[in-house]
């Protein structure tokens, strides 16, 4: 069963900086994609950013140029790096990795609040 922990949410200003961190228990080179997707109020999930396992990747249009999605050396541990956040960037922060066979697995969530 794979395991993911996201980590790094919390209460930033507007024009700050957050680092997402998303743990997963085996290597992320073994998933088809990794993508963050976010909860915000009001309105459904929405990814916002994607990883393939080739490296290849892509951002939500409300996110480009200010999000950049990454992952680590030893490929255990996808990382969200938000910068010039909004206060609409409101909003609970999942980890999501969909293996080849198409079966998907979800952290349980980290909240991250932008608000003067």
């Known amino acids: 069963q794979v395991q993911l922990a996201e980590s790094g949410g919390g209460l930033v200003q507007p024009g700050g900086s957050l680092r997402l961190s998303c743990r997963a228990s085996?290597?992320?080179?073994?998933?088809?994609?990794m993508r963050w997707v976010r909860q915000t109020p009001g309105r459904q999930r929405e990814w916002i950013a994607a990883l393939s396992g080739r490296g290849f990747t892509d951002y939500a249009d409300a996110v480009r140029g200010r999000f950049t999605i990454s992952t680590d050396n030893d490929k255990t541990t996808v990382y969200l790096q938000m910068n010039s956040l909004k206060p609409e960037d409101t909003g609970v922060y999942y980890c999501?990795?969909?293996?080849?066979?198409?079966?998907?697995?979800w952290g349980q969530g980290t909240q991250v609040t932008v608000s003067s």
């Open positions: 999501n990795a969909v293996t080849p066979g198409k079966t998907a697995y």
């Open positions: 085996e290597s992320t080179s073994s998933f088809a994609d």
